[in-house]
């Protein structure tokens, strides 16, 4: 569910509480009725048009981002990869390769890594995606670059039964902590959201509104604060 919480990031970027997660530049006058504030997370054809990369906001609306009025020769690429299965197919791979090399060595980089439920919370997949992931993420100069991995938020009461026992609040608390460990086990960072979203509002029983991954967000940038620290 990293999708979301790079829209939310959007937000902040952008302070636009209104259409910050999505590609707005390109709406349509329903849409702009449709996917406005919370529906751009609880609408699905409205977070599908989420953002993936601040250089298409610098493309496409290059007043829209709040940074660069604030800090003089700002410079921040915040750029999103979907890999959402394993053995990762071999065009997601390389996409993955080419993002991860073709920005500047010498800028500061940090990789946040996102576990949504593509997997059934199999530990065994799990492991064997972030191994992958990893690879590419520390090859040469970025070896020592930070990586918080965020874990699944917890379940919700319209969480389909059938996917209870697997994905339920148990089984969520129970991955978060075992995650936990074989983060510090690879030497990066996790952050476990199951406890700031038991009592959050879940549209769909699964993925959080905007007001839930505004909090993610601001988790995140937290840890990227304290980056600096």
């Known amino acids: 569910m990293i999708r979301h ?7 902040l970027l952008r302070e636009d509480l209104g259409y910050g997660a999505v590609t707005d530049w390109n709406f349509h006058e329903p849409e702009r009725r449709d996917c406005f504030c919370l529906n751009q997370f609880n609408v699905r054809d409205c977070s599908g048009q989420g953002i993936y990369k ?8 290059p007043r829209g981002l709040a940074c660069p009025k ?4 700002w410079n921040t690429d915040l750029t999103m990869e979907q890999i959402n299965q394993f053995p990762i197919p071999v ?8 993002i991860v090399r073709m920005s500047p060595f010498q800028t500061r980089r940090a990789f946040v890594l996102g576990q949504g439920l593509w997997n059934n919370l199999d530990m065994g997949l799990t492991k064997a995606w972030l191994n992958s992931v990893l690879e590419v993420t520390r090859e ?3 070896k020592e670059a930070p990586t918080l991995l965020v874990t699944p938020n917890a379940s ?6 059938k996917w209870i026992v ?9 991955f978060e902590e075992e995650m936990g460990h074989v983060a510090e086990t690879y030497g990066i960072d996790s952050l476990g959201t199951w406890n700031m979203s038991i009592q959050a509002t ?3 029983g699964v993925h959080l509104d905007m007001r839930g991954n505004l909090l993610k967000a601001m988790m995140v940038m937290n840890w990227l604060a304290a980056l600096e620290a």
């Open 54 to 61: 601040t250089a298409d906001v610098l493309k496409h609306d």
């Open 202 to 204: 879940l549209y769909d």
């Open 166 to 174: 697997t994905q339920g609040t148990k089984a969520l608390a129970i």
């Open 140 to 142: 040469g100069p970025n």
């Open 156 to 161: 919700g009461k319209y969480k389909q039964d």
């Open 70 to 73: 604030l800090i003089p020769g």
């Open 91 to 98: 065009d997601e791979y390389t996409r993955l390769k080419n």
């Open 5 to 11: 919480i790079q829209g939310a990031l959007g937000i």
